[in-house]
């Protein structure tokens, strides 16, 4: 195993840049774990402002009102001095004034009339607070009508504003995504990134000089060093794909490897990383020098990356990069891995869908695998 | 005399239109230090480069070992040391790691093989470095490394493409007694240069090459035998007419002279006394003259003489 060790040995020289690929694959990935998670789902509320409000009644109902609002909004009590208040709005103390009548529920409620509100023109949050009273009253009045004392209304009405947000998205999929999902989407990154600065390394090392001549005069046969060479280019792809996943282990634990779909997962990835040893494999039988390798394997990793989802959602990604990016397999990576994020278990409908994104991947790598082999008879009979 | 270990029958290798190699015949017998003497382009690499079956060629025939040479003749392969014209190792792997690997594409067993990168380590005089780079090694270190990754595994035939390219003599000189010193080893070498000072200091039987076939082989003395030239005598002499030159080309075995920047060249067949002709005849004319030298033919006037040219043209 002379060549599969020499291999090594090459690697173990650039072993730096590996380990600074995981570094920020791992940093990338928890980052925006936290940051994704924390924008998109658990940490909802809503918008609060400055409220004043003259309470003329101090009844039961009105000082429900009063600590509904309160539970939203900062509030600030005020007295009913017109100049007072319109100061206060001016200097924007305050955004919203409710002014609260002596005779609350007789006027507003019974009568039905409007409560008197002083406002910042043209303030969004100005009407949702508008939006915000009249829903409060409408709901203690529905309670009301029904039989409720004013007490229990007012403490049923609170209940039900606990109830937690459920976002919605617009392509039929709920914001319940699985935590790995950005730990996967980014799996791509460091396969690229890594494979092609490695690969290319050693594969500049064995074209140096005369150094494939004297191989090939050797007494080892060249197939028998192909050989070796793949062994230990898989070798090295394994590992990195194994240490992928004592990430997703340490992060996330028994979670990831209890759902129904982590053999998607390992799938998908496994098949990415073929995609990625051939590619770099390929790349690295025309790279001559270290700043042309740099250049490429930042070329092809980052553009590969970001034309195909992995840094910037596809959902926002405007469709014509999206059309293009079809024609690259790390596309096809991210379409299984979002269908993976939105599903607990996969209907015969999306298993297709994911089957068909991991065939397509294999066949881009199958499209690599022949260039390599067409390139090498080239050269060998050039 | 000895077996001959490599045979090359009729050997042609094209180019498109370019014929590099023409007909090319060569016998080299076990044991020697075989010079392939040419200038560049002349055809040498290209026929080492068909011996370790690293090219193809049109026409003719490689017999080594008594065996047909083809790039899957593994058994061959396993007696053959090459040390190539390109330095050859990994900037990556350490002087000992470099010998170790090649050593390892002949030899399997780690302990044997320990055994012998030691031993090509002390040949090559490497014992200082082994743990250095070869980045960090000057261009002679460098050479001898590529000499000892190419020999560790101690081959029965060592081929050597202009192993001494960009070296400094110094350094050339430790190469050139290192080759010796394999030799008496037991390994029989083919030694390709168009240095053909270092071809007449180690070289046993010497074979000349020129447009892709041997123009002239045999022994240094046999070669220079081939040729008029004895002795080639320089002077420098106060202005020279040129009834003077008419006279001194009728001196007895002088046949060519060349006379410029008062500096005079007589080429003589191999008599004895030519020089002391030359300087009576000078003094009977009183002319005086200032460096004398007296040259005995060099490869180079072998091959100046079947060829119309410099060696290094």
Known sequence: MTVFKCYMKILRQNIGLVIMYLAIFFSVAIVMQFAAGKSED?????????????????????????????????????????????????YRNVEYILQ???????????????????????????????????????????YLAAGFSQEKAIQAVKEETHEPVTKLTFDSGTSDTSPYTYYFRYIPYLFLGALCYTMGYILMAFKKGDIQKRMEASAISVRRQSVEGL????????????????????????????????????????????????LSYLIGMFITNSNLLSGVANLVSLAMCFLCGVFVPMDVMDKSVLKFAQFLPVYWYEQVNEILSRHHTLSPEFLGQVLIGIGIQLLFAAAFISLILVVSRYRKEG | MSENIVQIENLVKRYGDLVAL??????????????????????????????????????????????????????????????????????????????????????????????????????????????????????????RLNIACGIAHKPRLIIMDEPTVAVDPQSRNKILEGIKKLNEQGSTIIYTSHYMEEVEQICTRIAIMDHGHVIASGTREELKKMIKTGETITIEAIPLTEKNLEEIQTLPHVFDLHYEDQVLTVRCTGARHNLIQLLNYLQSQDITFGQVSSELPTLNDVFLEITGKQLRD
């Open chain 1, 42 to 90: 658990s940490l909802f509320e809503t918008a609060s402002i400055d409220l004043g409000v003259v309470n003329e009644d101090g009844g039961t109902l009105a000082q429900g009102l009063v600590d509904y609002l309160s539970g939203i909004h900062h509030v600030v009590l005020m007295d009913n001095d017109p100049e007072q208040l319109q100061e206060n709005l001016f």
């Open chain 1, 100 to 142: 609260i009548p002596a005779d609350f529920y007789e006027t507003c409620m019974v009568n039905g009339e409007s409560l008197k509100v002083t406002k910042v023109p043209g303030s969004y949050s100005s009407f949702y607070v508008d939006q915000q009273i009249s829903s409060y009253l409408n709901t203690i009045q529905t």
């Open chain 1, 231 to 278: 062994l230990a280019t898989g070798m090295i792809g394994v590992v990195l794909w194994l240490i992928g996943f004592l990430g997703v282990t340490f992060m996330y634990g028994s979670r990831f490897w209890q759902s129904g779909l982590c053999v998607y997962y390992i799938l998908n990835t496994f098949t990415m990383l073929i995609v990625a040893l051939s």
């Open chain 2, 22 to 143: 023409d007909h090319l015949n060569l016998k080299i017998a076990e044991g020697e230090i075989f010079g392939l003497l040419g200038p560049n382009g002349s055809g040498k690499t290209t026929a080492i480069n068909c011996m370790l079956s690293l090219l193809k060629y049109d026409k003719g025939a490689i017999r080594i070992f008594g065996e047909d040479m083809r790039p899957d003749n593994y058994k061959v392969k396993q007696q053959i040391g090459i040390v190539l014209q390109n330095v050859a190792v990994f900037d990556e792997l350490t002087v000992y790691e470099n010998i170790d690997y090649f050593c390892g594409l002949y030899i399997p067993d780690k302990k044997k093989r320990k055994a012998l990168v030691e031993e090509a380590i002390t040949f090559a005089g490497l014992d200082d470095y082994r743990k250095m780079h070869p980045k960090k090694l000057s261009g002679g270190l460098l050479r």
